[in-house]
């Protein structure tokens, strides 16, 4: 059975260039560039300086906040600098730099053998934690947070949709290692207490789907095909599709009883458990018009972006855009200097052909944007009243701060609107303004409180 | 300097756009237009052509003159000329439809904000500010000959012409019998406005854009549906006694239906939303016909269901995602 939700595009998928392709190790190059942010929440503070010398695994930058994930040096070697670097999220970032030594060798008493099954909830989420797990979807919410619901769940949802054209990596993922992706789940589900586990896959990988399905033959976990459609994998969608529950306006997956997770985080927590391995390299998708070999690569955290498309073959032609993640929600880079990070999930190179469109010109009241809104809201509406700054009326009426920024409007505009960027800037206005408000309010509270 | 260009997501785009959506919409024109031709001669190419050259010039005129990006070769202008002329009669002076197409474009569709922008649809009050200064010669149409049989006699009275002022009994004399009324009607070999004779090719040409997805085809049912309907139960002999067949295809119902209920800038968004338009322009319609003034009501009432489509739109936006309410 094909299952779907209202809205949605079908752009055309350029899978077919790197489908094919196993995953491929790629050497950890000589410079690791490691972002002290590579997660929601606050940035890390390195706890190593320049000249210490630092093993695989080994913990190099970590925060007193709850919300944030440590990070790990991904080889071993010598910290030779810690300083502001390119970042693929936030132009720039303190880094730590550390020169790698080949050797390989990984922190005390890493690798370990261990069996999930005889630790306790308790000692499976501090493994999680201490790993430094986020979601690698590209959301990178820190996944020890999210496995400790405030609210009771009794569904699990794995990602394996992945909606986003040209991406490839959790579907090699899902083809050549099933066993390490239901371990995960399987453990996920534990950790959990849910009754029901669900692997939700496109119809376009029917490999992938045949793979997971044998993999989850006789344990308890289902595997749903999900119609081929962007963004299948949003959240909010996989949850409306799966389990027929539709997470309320502003509210999280744990309002309606499930957690979602993607694939490559489930196999990332397979490892951290499994084998007490911190994540330190992630699997990700190297692919465009304008790679010369696209490929699908098991990566190290903080390998630079031009290591890995020389590794790729380089450019066969001139790219006009170099993204960070899919062509629909990836961000464009100014540099190919950035490095790898948790939440990487593909580097993509793409030409003038696919990048170029026309002149913006006037909504013309099409509707199509409307139709592909997976949220249901108005974009050209939006978008018109961003322009004309009236960001109340965005908030008010339209319902704003709904939006997820998939795309689907701007993709599909005949207008060839950039739909997207207005709503972004209608919400740092309302953001901006939101703060503004609290900022005022929180004196007027502190001076009430000693009159 | 980058060596990469930096913009927001998404980086990729659906091929469409709008010279590539207006154009199709004139090549859907073009058999109804063709036909027109051939039944009504050189003068209806002559009026389509001016209405085309005049809304075209005078929106390319307006653009260099406001210092604005010239957009006038998008195919947008092109469909107001040519729908207005082919809303119109044949025997119209040509400098009239001249008139009527730079009045379309300058104050309708320019002075609004130009395309996207204009409330009313173009042509429409293009036709209905020719039908308030010249309403003689709006109304004059076609010298052909009467199809009754062995009558020898010339008429100039439209179906819903004769309808409005002789009755029905009339037209099916003239016609010879209902299933010639039909025929005619059906082909297009009937008076009346330039291009909206033939029902078949105004079909063929509607179908077009609903396969290709510019046009809902709630939107054009709904209305001709609603017309049917509403004229069959309030027939000229009582309740349920209209022929909804002939009104359905008589008119301007088909062209206006089909490509003017339908131009995208000036209907409502959602599907809710055009189909409370689609029923309004119908019974509009029909009120007109039967009981105005006027024998027929197309324009008038789309142009009237033009000016409640922000309202429309207000009251039907969609359930946004994770609301509440009916799923």
Redesign the interface.
């Known amino acids: 059975m094909f299952r779907s939700f ?1 809205g949605g ?1 079908h ?2 998928d350029g899978k077919e260039l790197a489908k094919d392709k196993p995953i491929q190790v790629m050497p950890a190059p000589k410079e690791l560039v490691v972002p002290m942010s590579q997660h929601i929440g606050a940035p890390c503070t390195p706890c190593v300086k320049a000249g210490d010398l630092v093993k695989r695994g080994q913990l190099i930058g970590t925060s007193p906040a709850f919300m944030h994930a440590d990070i790990h040096a991904p080889v071993s070697g010598k910290v030779i600098r810690i300083e502001e670097r390119p970042h693929s999220g936030r132009i720039s970032c303190p880094a730590v730099v550390i020169e790698n030594d080949g050797e390989d060798s990984w922190a005390d008493g890493l690798p370990l053998e261990r069996d999930w099954r005889a630790m306790t909830n308790e000692e499976i989420l501090n493994a999680i934690q201490s790993a430094g797990i986020v979601g690698m979807g590209g959301a990178t919410f820190p996944a020890h947070i999210k496995l400790k619901p405030s609210k009771p769940v009794d569904i699990l949802i794995l990602n394996g949709a992945e909606c986003e ?1 040209y991406l490839t990596a959790d579907y090699r993922l899902m083809l050549e290692s099933p066993a390490q992706v239901v371990e995960g789940i399987q453990i996920l589900a534990r950790v959990l207490g849910v009754k029901r586990s669900v692997i939700g896959i496109e119809d376009n990988k029917p490999e992938a789907i045949d793979a997971l399905k044998k993999a989850c033959a006789g344990i308890g976990i289902e595997v749903a095909t999900l119609k081929t459609k962007y963004p299948q994998g949003a959240e ?1 969608m996989l949850i ?1 599709v799966l389990a027929d529950r ?6 999280l997956p744990m309002d309606v009883g499930a957690v979602v997770q993607n694939i490559g985080t489930v196999a990332a927590i397979a490892d951290a458990v499994v084998r007490g391995v911190p994540l330190t390299e992630r699997i990700m998708t190297v692919s465009g018009d304008a790679i010369a070999e696209p490929k699908n690569l098991r990566v190290r955290i903080g390998t630079k972006y031009s290591a890995a498309i020389a590794f790729c073959g380089g450019f066969k032609e001139e ?5 960070a993640g899919g ?10 200097e950035v490095p790898v990070m948790k939440g990487s999930s593909g580097i993509l190179a ?1 030409t003038r052909r ?2 170029e ?3 913006e ?8 944007c ?1 139709k592909a ?6 974009p ?1 509406m939006l978008s018109i009243l961003s322009q004309r700054q009236d960001f109340a009326a965005c908030r008010d009426s ?2 704003l701060m ?1 939006c997820v ?1 998939c ?1 689907c409007c ?7 609107r ?1 739909i ?2 207005y709503i ?1 800037n209608a919400k740092g206005f309302v953001r901006a303004e939101m703060a503004r408000a609290k900022a005022k309010e929180a004196p007027a509270k502190k001076e009430g409180a000693k009159a | 300097m ?13 091929g ?3 010279p ?2 207006m154009w199709r919409v004139n090549a859907a024109l073009l058999p109804a237009a063709a036909f027109a031709v051939w039944w009504f001669g050189v003068p209806a190419l002559i009026n389509m052509v001016v209405g085309v050259i005049f809304a075209v010039a005078s929106e390319y005129i307006w653009q260099r003159a406001m210092h604005q ?1 010239v ?1 006038a070769f ?1 195919g ?1 202008a092109c469909i107001t000329g040519l729908l207005l002329a082919m809303s119109m009669s044949p025997v119209l002076p040509p400098y009239m439809v001249a008139i009527g197409s730079v009045l379309a474009i300058v104050v309708v569709k320019q002075s609004m ?5 204009n409330i009313f649809n173009p042509a429409h009050i293009g036709r209905a500010a020719l039908m308030v200064s010249w309403p003689v010669a709006m109304t004059t149409w076609t010298k052909m000959q009467d199809m009754s049989a062995g009558v020898d006699a010339m008429t100039s009275a439209t179906p819903l012409n004769i309808l409005k002022l002789q009755g029905y009994d009339a037209l099916l004399s003239t016609f010879g019998g209902q299933a010639n009324l039909y025929w005619n009607m059906f082909i297009g070999t009937r008076n009346g406005s330039l291009g909206e004779t033939s029902t078949v090719l105004l079909l063929l040409g509607g179908l077009y854009l609903i396969g290709k997805g ?1 046009v809902n085809w709630v939107v054009p049912v709904v209305m001709i549906g609603t017309v049917g309907l509403l004229t069959f139960v309030f027939g000229p002999a009582g309740f349920f006694t209209g022929d909804p067949l002939f009104h359905m295809m008589a008119g301007g119902l088909m062209l206006g239906a089909f490509f003017m209920a339908t131009d ?4 409502p ?2 599907v809710k939303g055009q189909v409370i338009f689609a029923i309004g322009a119908g019974a509009i319609t029909v009120l007109i016909r039967l009981v105005g003034g006027y024998p027929e009501g197309v324009c008038y009432s789309i142009l009237l269901m033009n000016a409640l489509t922000p309202l429309i739109d207000r009251f039907t ?8 309410g009916d ?1």
């Open positions: 209202l595009i752009p055309h054209p909010k409306k539709e997470v309320p306006m502003g509210g790219p006009d855009k170099l993204l062509p629909m929600m990836g961000m464009a880079q100014f540099t190919d793409l696919l990048t469109h026309g002149p010109m006037n909504c013309i009241r099409c509707g199509r409307v809104c997976p949220m249901g809201l108005v050209s339209y319902g709904n920024e795309g701007t993709y599909i505009c005949p207008a060839k950039n997207v960027q972004r | 980058s060596e990469y260009t930096i913009s927001s997501s998404p980086h990729i785009r659906d469409e756009t709008i590539g959506i990006p957009t998008d947008s904000g130009g395309l996207g922008f510019y995208m800038v000036t209907i968004m959602t936006k969609p359930r946004i995602f994770g609301a509440g799923k």
